[in-house]
């Protein structure tokens, strides 16, 4: 069993930055790839990116265009998602999962954390 804390959130306005964190207890993370995820109002969540067990392999979603920047600390077991050049569209709750393979599907990650909120104001 893995335990998922995310933090970080925030309200920011448009063109601004925020890292989000996620602390990972009751299992070693580098067992898990990990992955963010986020929900807009009134959407479905969608995949944001990955990041292996290891580290050494990432994969973003199309709408990232190179803005953020997902990362982990193994010995501090946390994940980090750095996010720049935020803008209105990225307003949602994210949400970080641990699960056996890096991937883009929600239904292939077995540990999820209760979400932080980032509102973008332009």
């Known amino acids: 069993q893995v335990q998922l804390v995310e933090s970080g959130g925030g309200s920011v306005q448009a063109g601004g930055s925020l890292r989000l964190s996620c602390a990972a207890s009751?299992?070693?993370?580098?067992?898990?790839?990990m992955g963010w995820f986020r929900q807009g109002p009134g959407k479905e969540r969608e995949f944001v990116a990955s990041?292996?067990?290891?580290?050494?392999?990432?994969s973003y979603a199309d709408f990232v265009e190179g803005r953020f920047t997902i990362s982990r600390d193994n010995a501090r077991n946390t994940a980090y998602l750095q996010m720049n050049s935020l803008n209105f569209e990225d307003t949602a709750v994210y949400y970080c999962a641990a699960g056996p393979t890096r991937a883009r599907l929600t239904t292939l990650y077995d540990y999820w954390g209760q979400g932080t909120q980032v509102t973008v104001s332009s």
């Open positions: 009751g299992d070693t993370t580098s067992k898990y790839a």
């Open positions: 990041i292996s067990r290891s580290g050494a392999s990432t």
